[in-house]
């Protein structure tokens, strides 16, 4: 390979070297070979589906036609953990699996999902996602009979939507539900309740909580008691979970000839028959008792984003400290658990659709948040030396595994800012950061207590939790606002659908006389939008609470432990309880706002229908008009009067969704969390007017679009601040990207300068910030090669993934961020 003469961040090193994949430095090799071991040829080994969760389900759910729907689902939950296949892989220390051996997705036949697809083929040799004749005949012939009419699928919500919701809703252009795909959004579990007291209390408490009901009182019977069993039943299959693998290693252990793996599996098998039942003992028996909670979930049902580990330098840390103290445990041998839990996490694929293929959520995307940092309950830096070794594990780990967030506060210790931002440096977009100075004040607002509030983690994309508080539960619908400013420019019609009418008159836009008035045509088409969106969700919430229970996750929640009911079948007194409407393209909005404002109204340089007609015809022999639209002033610039029709956007949006609830009566928040929506949108939204052609993906998150960035990040942050509406509190996540040259913060300058901008995104109160650090030149390289560039992670939307598995458009969109350097 060639020679390059600009500076390389440390996994471009990696990569451009030719290593394998494997721990990132010789020493973390050696001091640590199990793992090397278990990570060689993860990333050409297939990804298998497991059918053993949807056949045991179905055939409990077959048994339990009629009965309460939460007992249904304990008992499905305890079939499964009572019947699945399990095993122990070679050199595995933390032992559970909800799939096969190697890599796996697991199917979910409750939800639509691609399996059902009448397209959908066997896979052929060399495929990623292995699919076998035999898998298909299992869905077709044995799962999907039974299911259709029974699962919450788009069918279902579909069939509930009044006429004029459902007729903008079907084209999936303007909103798209989520709801149909998953239980809810990311979560964390209450892991410390497990770790210190044990599954057994959980049980105790449900008990003693169902001997005491009123058996005279209807309530009790009919909505309590069914409660109370199902936590007792999958309490009791949970601990028979853990001693089926207790046996199985004590099993493995009386046939091993090495002394030294026969030690491990003795150890394995007495962890196993103590945990979870028992409170942990130990930092290893506290890693495993985690473990069978996150395997568990996973079975239990589909979360969007998988299961999040949430702020697990806290939890863990008396059980480090108390053993490193006693000598029980060094911190290598700290990190190689750690690491089984990140491999364990890795081979658990959320399959929505098939690699490289434009889809929302491309790239298997994935976040099992796992929170560092932040501010104890009482309010002090948490900062430990269990946050300072996830944070190395992460530098030497090779896998897009775990998705790893630190919360940061104005008094972070630079010492623990600086780890972070070498991590950060080493390029493969880890850590992601959340602001405390933003998320606890509006937690606060949004009743919380301090307390509460202190403790929040982050849970997926860019979502935060606080663990026994948070109820929020169904998918966010997303809005196109691709497709709100094309039904703005041509009085509600979408040209790529017909010129059929979807929106609401507001007028040709060739009449407009001012930039107030086309404004106004946008909020009016955009309220338009909300009312179906509201629709939607309000119908969401309530079809979904007939179809899915979730026994185990609510058994955990003090809040529905408390009021005996489970997280899905409505509104809970004690929680918070709030659902997102998401919106995707915002800087492509004000862009293009601006873009009219400057060149129609201001400067005049265009009239309408000259941008109306460029428009039409995809800029094609205007590009003298696409140019001017380029180069039009741009969000992410620090212009104000740019950045503060961002402002007005929001303020409307958070001005409308506050006057209204969901069905369970949820706070309905604004968000800008894209996952890999913006692909799929701007694909089937027409040119806009800040020169963006039809097809090309819109921006992503709360960022500027892509590359129209030009001052610096430092500007950057100044225009995402100047767009917050802070007077309200129904808004949440903001995604924010930003892509550095790796020459930027290049040595212990750039480290510095590093946490300087990080400082800078605290005090400004950024929700959200994360950093690609690579070179354009490493992008196109691996387009071009891509046999070379397999292990070449990049940070996406909310997580990161490999380069080589993300969709051309994906990619290019990637390509095309700025790449910044400090000015």
Not at 188 to 198: F, P, Q, S, T, W
Not at 282 to 304: I, Y
Not at 375 to 380: C, M, P
Request: glycine share 6%; with cysteine; proline share 5%.
């Amino acid at each position: 390979m060639a020679q390059v003469t600009y500076v390389l961040s440390p996994q471009e090193e990696r990569i451009i070297s030719g290593k394998a994949i494997g721990l990132a430095s010789i020493e973390a090799q050696k001091k640590r070979p199990r793992i090397q071991r278990m990570i060689q040829g993860y990333r050409s080994a297939p990804v298998r589906l497991n059918l053993h969760r949807a056949r045991l389900l179905t055939e409990s759910f077959k048994q339990t036609e009629g009965q309460p729907l939460i007992l249904r689902w304990s008992k499905g939950l305890a079939h499964i953990l009572d019947e699945m296949p399990i095993h122990i892989e070679e050199d595995e220390l933390i032992v559970g699996s909800a799939g096969l051996p190697g890599q796996y997705a697991i199917f979910c036949p409750e939800f639509e999902d691609a399996l059902y697809a009448e397209n959908l083929q066997p896979s052929k040799p060399g495929d990623r996602f292995v699919v076998t004749e035999e898998d298909l005949r299992i869905v077709n012939e044995e799962m999907k009979p039974y299911w259709d009419g029974k699962r919450f699928d788009r069918k279902a919500l579909f069939q509930a939507l009044p006429e004029d919701t459902l007729r903008l809703i079907e084209i999936f252009a303007v909103i798209t539900p989520s709801s149909p795909a998953r239980s809810n959004s990311g979560y964390n579990h209450d892991y410390a309740k497990v770790l210190n007291k044990g599954i057994s209390h959980i049980r105790k408490q449900a008990q003693k909580t169902l001997s005491a009901l009123d058996p005279m009182d209807p309530a009790d019977r009919v909505e309590k008691e069914p409660f109370l069993r199902s936590a007792i039943i999958v309490c009791d299959a949970m601990v028979r979970f853990a001693r089926r693998y207790a046996a199985l290693a004590d099993d493995m252990a009386k046939g091993e000839l090495n002394a030294v793996r026969k030690k491990e599996l003795e150890q394995i098998a007495e962890i196993c028959q103590w945990v979870p039942e028992k409170p942990a003992r130990t930092f290893r028996e506290a890693v495993q008792s985690q473990w069978f909670v996150q395997t568990v979930s996973r079975l239990e049902q589909r979360m969007g984003g998988i299961v999040g580990n949430g702020r697990i330098d806290q939890y863990l840390y008396p059980y480090y400290k108390k053993d490193t103290e006693e000598k029980r445990i060094t911190d290598n041998e700290v990190m190689e658990l750690l690491e089984c839990l990140w491999i364990g996490m890795a081979k658990n694929k959320e399959i929505y659709t098939s690699p490289g293929t434009i889809s929302y959520s491309d790239g298997n995307a994935h976040w099992e948040a796992t929170t560092l940092g932040g501010r104890t309950r009482d309010g002090v830096d948490a900062t430990n030396e269990l946050s300072y070794l996830i944070l190395q594990s992460k530098r030497e780990f090779p896998l897009d595994y775990p998705d790893l967030a630190v919360r940061i506060h104005s008094n972070t210790p630079d010492s623990f800012l600086y780890a972070v931002c070498e991590t950060i440096k080493d390029g493969t977009g880890f850590p992601k950061l959340f602001f405390d100075e933003e998320i606890i004040p509006l937690y606060l607002a949004k009743g919380a207590t301090m307390e509460e509030a202190n403790d929040y983690a982050a849970s997926s994309c860019a979502e935060v939790k606080i663990d026994n508080k948070d109820l929020q539960s169904t998918g966010d619908p997303m809005i196109n606002l691709g497709a709100i400013l094309e039904m703005t420019l041509n009085n509600g019609r979408l040209k790529l659908f017909g010129n059929q009418h979807y929106g609401v008159n507001t007028g040709d836009a060739r009449n407009f006389r001012s930039s107030d008035e086309l404004f106004d045509a946008f909020c009016k088409q955009l309220e338009n939008v909300l009312k179906h969106t509201f629709t939607q969700q309000y119908i969401a919430e309530q079809q979904k609470s007939r179809y899915l229970a979730c026994p185990m996750f609510s058994m955990l929640h003090d809040v529905c432990l408390k009021n005996c009911k489970d997280l899905h079948s409505g509104h809970q007194e004690g929680g918070i309880y709030i659902e997102y409407i998401n919106m995707i393209g915002m800087a492509t909005a004000i862009d293009s706002l601006a873009a009219i404002k400057n060149l129609v109204f201001d400067e005049k340089k265009l009239t309408m229908a000259e941008l109306l007609e460029a428009l039409d015809t995809d800029f094609k022999g205007n590009e003298v008009i696409r140019q001017l639209c380029l180069n039009a002033p741009k969000f992410g610039n620090s212009i104000a009067w740019v950045d503060l029709i961002g402002h007005d956007i929001e303020t409307f949006l958070v001005k409308t969704v506050r006057r209204y609830k969901t069905a369970f009566g949820a706070e309905l928040n604004v968000i800008h969390v894209p996952v890999t929506a913006h692909i799929p949108y701007g694909a089937i939204s027409g040119a806009t007017p800040n020169g963006r052609k039809a097809g090309e993906p819109l921006s992503e998150g709360i960022s500027p679009s892509q590359g129209a960035d030009r001052q610096g990040p430092t500007a950057v942050l100044a225009s995402v601040a100047r767009t917050r509406c802070g007077i309200y509190k129904e808004r949440g996540d903001r995604l924010l990207n930003i892509k550095l040259s790796p020459s930027a913060v290049a040595g212990p300058e750039g480290t510095k300068k590093l946490m300087s901008l990080i400082r800078t995104a605290s005090d400004l109160k950024m929700w959200h910030l994360q950093f690609n650090i690579i070179n354009k030149e490493t992008l196109i390289a691996a387009q071009k090669n891509p046999e070379k560039y397999q292990n070449l992670m990049v940070r996406v939307a909310g997580f990161s993934a490999y380069f080589v598995d993300l969709s051309p458009q994906l990619q290019n969109e990637i390509i095309q961020r700025t790449e910044h350097t400090f000015q």
